[in-house]
């Protein structure tokens, strides 16, 4: 049985005054929507003695004298956010100089990598720990923390117990907004994976430009350039190999990559012959699709540049688990299957709805497009489902602030009508699931994606208690 562990509740140094106490270091970070110079008074009154702001910042002659009376100091600095990443680290003894962290980036696939390169290095009997997506874990332990990458005072204070528990590795998904953002700043890492480049977060981005140019900033922070290992066959990844001199390949169609892979599809997996520095070796995956093969290569380059011995590794993939929320499978009692997937862009759409395809001759999939998020992607969703699908169920997927109705308006605008084309749209959620069962048949697959293992649907600012796998349930063998 796993513990679960959280993080103490006072930082030394931090960027929120949840996280204040006595002697705490308070870095007022200047944010799109709320100033942490706004919160200074609160963690005056919670105990803190330092106060970190920007250089340029408006700090009012009552504020000042506030600060005075708190007996605490005022530094004003030209980064709050580098700084906070940078005193947080100091503050615990930099603890990421005592661990080999190992950076997985891409647009998709980072979860799914991280997670198997936790279990391979797990089952080896390292000790390892876990920062991504969709769990926290130090060893087997789970650990709460929010976001992929999590702020740096969080990050910090998660790395100091990874050393005070003993840990060699850790495992950690870099996004592209940590990058941005300097979640990671003063990290140095052992060896890094770089999946793909595809269209997503232009929410937080101008431009794929601008979002490809964050993704470059983690190479970098790798140690050693030969130790960061990027999808050759992947056109941003081809760019970043031409870029930055030294970094190590990986490819299913070049052999002369570093590491180069190829496949033989088997119904319940994949058959993967692997070549790297004159080793060659046969590894049977249990996950399906092409995508998953592309993630293994990254692993075993990863594992490669931490000295593992990958003939030993590979063994450990005949107990790989399913990544929660990850092409998460379901034999039904009509004899159809249905897959709970977290795909929410063109590029992880295209992946999992192809493999799908393959797989049946009656695709039926149920999905919708988030709100307060990049409506470009929208259409493109909307033109990959029905090339994929027989039968296509457009619904809600958490609106947010925008009209559901509106949403799928924009979704519909990828659509060509035929007279072939079966489409439905249902924005109740429940019913369109529901009505995705209702409509299969014997060997139907029905997808359901989006959410994977997130259990919410947020309308407006509530967050609703929302379980696919509870409105599936009644139509799943029992067994299951």
Request: charged letters at 20%; aromatic letters at 8%; glycine letters at 6%.
């Amino acid at each position: 049985m796993h513990n679960a562990i959280q993080l103490p509740s006072i930082y030394p140094v931090t960027g929120h005054t949840d996280f204040v106490g006595a002697g705490s270091t308070f870095v007022a970070i200047p944010g799109a929507k709320l100033n942490g110079l706004d919160f200074i008074p609160l963690a005056l009154q919670k105990g803190a003695k330092k106060i970190v702001v920007q250089q340029d910042a408006q700090i009012s002659a009552e504020l000042k004298l506030l600060i005075l009376k708190h007996q605490a100091e005022l530094e004003y600095v030209s980064d709050c956010r580098k700084a906070l990443a940078i005193l947080s680290a100091e503050a615990l003894n930099f603890p990421a100089k005592k661990l080999k962290i190992v950076a997985v980036t891409g647009t998709k696939g980072k979860t799914s990598t991280a997670y198997m390169a936790y279990h391979m290095l797990h089952s080896l009997g390292k000790k390892v720990a876990l920062i991504s997506t969709v769990e926290k874990r130090i060893g087997a332990d789970l650990v709460t923390v929010s976001l992929t990458t999590p702020l740096p005072d969080q990050m910090q204070m998660f790395l100091d117990l990874c050393v005070k528990r003993g840990i060699e590795y850790v495992i950690m998904e870099v996004s592209a907004q940590a990058l941005t953002l300097q979640r990671v700043e003063g990290i140095e890492f052992e060896a890094g994976v770089f999946t793909n480049f595809s269209h997503e977060h232009l929410e937080f981005y101008k431009d794929l430009s601008e979002y490809f140019d964050a993704k470059k900033l983690l190479i970098p922070k790798i140690k050693d350039a030969k130790n960061m290992f990027i999808n050759l066959d992947d056109a941003h990844g081809a760019r970043l190999l031409k870029e930055f001199a030294g970094c190590s390949s990986f490819s299913l169609h070049e052999k002369n990559a570093t590491l180069y892979g190829c496949m033989h599809q088997k119904p319940d997996g994949n058959f993967v012959h692997v070549k790297i520095d004159q080793q060659i070796f046969e590894i049977f995956l249990p996950l399906l699709g092409i995508f998953n093969v592309y993630n293994l290569l990254g692993v075993l380059g990863m594992l490669y540049a931490l000295g593992i011995d990958l003939k030993t590794a590979m063994w450990s993939l005949k107990d790989l688990p399913h990544v929660p929320g990850r092409m998460e499978q379901y034999h039904l009692k009509n004899g159809a299957r249905c897959f709970i997937d977290y795909a929410h862009n063109p590029s992880s759409f295209e992946a999992v709805l192809s493999t799908l395809r393959s797989m049946t001759t009656h695709l039926i999939v149920v999905f919708g497009a988030a709100g307060n998020r990049d409506k470009q992607k929208r259409p493109l969703m909307g033109a990959i489902a029905q090339k994929y699908c027989d039968v296509v169920i457009l619904t809600s997927d958490n609106p947010r602030d925008e009209s559901p109705i509106q949403i799928a308006q924009e979704v519909e605008v990828g659509f060509t009508v035929t007279p072939a084309f079966e489409f439905y749209k249902e924005l109740n959620r429940v019913s369109a699931i529901e009505l995705g069962y209702a409509l299969s048949k014997p060997g139907s697959i029905v997808a359901i994606l989006g959410k994977g293992r997130d259990e919410y649907q947020i309308v407006g600012a509530l967050t609703f208690p929302f379980k696919e796998r509870a409105i599936i349930r009644p139509f799943v063998i029992e067994h299951e």
